[in-house]
T-cell receptor, first 115, second 113 residues
Framework: AQKITQTQPGMFVQEKEAVTLDCTYDTSDPSYGLFWYKQPSSGEMIFLIYQGSYDQQNATEGRYSLNFQKARKSANLVISASQLGDSAMYFCAMRESYGNNRLAFGKGNQVVVIP | DVKVTQSSRYLVKRTGEKVFLECVQDMDHENMFWYRQDPGLGLRLIYFSYDVKMKEKGDIPEGYSVSREKKERFSLILESASTNQTSMYLC????????????FGPGTRLLVL
């Protein structure tokens, strides 16, 4: 069964607008971590933001915030004030406590920011 | 500054060749990982290692082997390359703690002819 689901088709976003990328996950482990990564066309994977399952508040890192809804098993990424450099693939990933620190990745969301 | 390096950015090999992909990290991380990335499939874990000389199969280990003789180096080996192993290969490392991210190398685009 798929642990991370990202189902949105490719998205076009107007520069300076906010965009929300959906991610749902499936786990029975009470202790887990959720990550978002950005992959520009150059190929490198860039870590954006982390949310722990026991964190009370939603994580924020600059223009990135994570809308964590634990009961719904949802961890959506919000990018505020989009910039042209935000055009990339975005991957949601989960690490479970009993998984030997391995990450399960979703299939990614393509975002294109237009001027 | 954290650094994960991979031996090649681009590699072209012929079917049947033995292929070595090298990954080196300078952060003294316990864990190292090899993924392959294909369009529409995301990242899939091939093998990982949580200590020197330790290895565990990921989701798609068939046709691959790995070696970790030193903590900083994790090698992926294609014993006999096949065309269906044409892909982007990403190496990553991480500390042991659950809240720590994995740090990725720049990737190797492998073409098997």
């Amino acid at each position: 069964a798929q642990k991370i689901t990202q189902t949105q088709p490719g998205m076009f976003v107007q520069e300076k607008e906010a965009v929300t990328l959906d991610c749902t996950y499936d786990t029975s482990d009470p202790s887990y971590g959720l990550f978002w990564y950005k992959q520009p066309s150059s190929g490198e994977m860039i870590f954006l933001i982390y949310q722990g399952s026991y964190d009370q508040q939603n994580a924020t890192e600059g223009r990135y915030s994570l809308n964590f809804q634990k009961a719904r098993k949802s961890a959506n990424l919000v990018i505020s004030a989009s910039q042209l450099g935000d055009s990339a693939m975005y991957f949601c990933a989960m690490r479970e406590s009993y998984g030997n620190n391995r990450l399960a990745f979703g299939k990614g969301n393509q975002v294109v920011v237009i001027p | 500054d954290v650094k994960v390096t991979q031996s090649s950015r681009y590699l072209v090999k012929r079917t049947g060749e033995k292929v070595f992909l090298e990954c080196v990290q300078d952060m003294d991380h316990e864990n190292m990982f090899w993924y392959r990335q294909d369009p529409g499939l995301g990242l899939r874990l091939i093998y990982f290692s949580y200590d020197v000389k330790m290895k565990e199969k990921g989701d798609i280990p068939e046709g691959y082997s790995v070696s970790r003789e030193k903590k900083e180096r994790f090698s992926l080996i294609l014993e006999s390359a096949s065309t269906n192993q044409t892909s982007m290969y990403l190496c990553a490392s991480s500390p042991a703690e659950i809240q720590e991210t994995q740090y990725f190398g720049p990737g190797t685009r492998l073409l098997v002819l």
